[in-house]
């Protein structure tokens, strides 16, 4: 079946630091490659996605490669910033299909 | 602002009540999705719909159901509620049936307290 397995939080970082969130996904064919992300109060949003094997998907100073042989799409950001506070959830779509499987979600608090 | 309207954005019923949440879906789009979100279940997806029919089927109890009507808006329905169907219910919508491409976009969720 499918299934998305994401770092757990909480994760608290100072301002200008590195952050990674790891995911990784079980999927049969090919799936396509979410993070969304959950802003205090509001919806999910698109964060950035990838649809095939080695894409890289950026957005917003974050970036995250399909990687098929090690089953993963961490996601990486340089530098972050305190509006970068929010839950992220990786998530992926099977082949053929559209509706989303999400990991537990990743709550990001950014200090100052 | 994703263009996907929820309403209403907060109930508070009791037990064995029934309540029907709203979704509009953005202009154009045909796919509507309902998601739930809770605490102890996390995210999941529950029903699919396109163009006025089912499409697809996730984790929705039998106590639930949903539709899609003519002008595309869709309803999820929600009876004899018990305290654990207290969740954040998204509705999400997207331009196609299946399209691995397509970026779902999602409305600001409906709070659901049953007390």
């Known amino acids: 079946g499918n299934s998305v397995t994401q770092m757990e939080g909480p994760v608290t970082l100072s301002e200008e630091a590195f952050l990674t969130i790891n995911c990784t996904y079980t999927?049969?064919?090919?799936?396509?490659l979410f993070w969304y992300v959950q802003y205090p109060g509001e919806g999910l949003q698109l964060l950035l996605k990838?649809?095939?094997?080695?894409d890289k998907g950026s957005n917003k100073g974050f970036e995250a490669t399909y990687r098929k042989e090690t089953t993963s799409f961490h996601l990486e950001k340089g530098s972050v910033q305190v509006s970068d506070s929010a839950v992220y959830f990786c998530?992926?779509?099977?082949?053929?299909?559209?509706?989303?499987?999400f990991g537990t979600g990743t709550r990001l608090t950014v200090i100052p | 602002d994703s263009g996907v309207t929820q309403t209403p954005k907060h109930l508070i019923t009791a037990t064995g009540q029934r309540v029907t949440l709203r979704c509009s879906p953005r202009?154009?789009?045909?796919?509507v999705y309902w998601y739930q979100q809770s605490l102890d279940q996390g995210l999941q997806f529950l029903i699919q719909?396109?163009?006025?029919?089912?499409?697809a089927k996730g984790n929705i109890l039998e106590r639930f159901s949903a539709q899609q009507f003519p002008d595309l808006h869709s309803e999820l329905n929600l009876s004899s509620l018990e305290l654990g169907d207290s969740a954040l219910y998204f509705c999400?919508?997207?331009?196609?049936?299946?399209?691995?491409?397509?970026?779902?976009?999602f409305g600001p969720g409906t709070r659901l307290t049953v007390l």
């Open positions: 999400a919508s997207s331009p196609r049936i299946a399209g691995i491409t397509d970026t779902q976009y």
């Open positions: 202009s154009g789009d045909l796919s």
């Open positions: 990838a649809t095939k094997a080695d």
């Open positions: 719909y396109y163009n006025g029919e089912e499409r």
């Open positions: 999927a049969t064919g090919y799936p396509s």
């Open positions: 998530a992926l779509t099977q082949t053929g299909a559209n509706n989303l499987f």
